[in-house]
Nanobody
Framework: QVQLVESGGGLVQAGGSLRLSCTAS????????MGWFRQAPEKEREFVAA????????VYADSVKGRFTISRDNAKNTVYLQMNKLKPEDTAVYYC????????????????WGQGTQVTVSS
């Protein structure tokens, strides 16, 4: 089992940048593919980005491609989401998720979730 804690959210102006971090407990972090999802008020949780177990493969939602970068440091049990050129529509609670046997865009593939961190982008 793994526990996930997100950090790095906050308030930023449109065009600005933030870096989210998600640190996992335990010693088997490299056994999990990792994903970032987000949920805006009154909307369903949606996929943002995912990274494979070793970090060799990544996938992004079309809405963030070219602006966001997902990466991981298995030695630090941490996955990152670098967010650049932020837009007001990026405002949401951002969640990281871990999947033991799944790497992809589907929310249901991930079995472990953090509590989320709020990102607010002002216009």
């Amino acid at each position: 089992q793994v526990q996930l804690v997100e950090s790095g959210g906050g308030l930023v102006q449109a065009g600005g940048s933030l870096r989210l971090s998600c640190t996992a407990s335990g010693r088997t972090f490299s056994s999990y593919a990792m994903g970032w999802f987000r949920q805006a008020p009154e909307k369903e949780r949606e996929f943002v980005a995912a990274i494979s177990w070793s970090g060799s493969s990544t996938v992004y939602a079309d809405s963030v491609k070219g602006r966001f970068t997902i990466s991981r440091d298995n030695a630090k049990n941490t996955v990152y989401l670098q967010m650049n050129k932020l837009k007001p529509e990026d405002t949401a609670v951002y969640y990281c998720a871990a999947g033991r046997t799944y790497f992809g865009t589907q929310l249901t593939g991930y079995g472990y979730w953090g509590q989320g961190t709020q990102v607010t982008v002002s216009s």
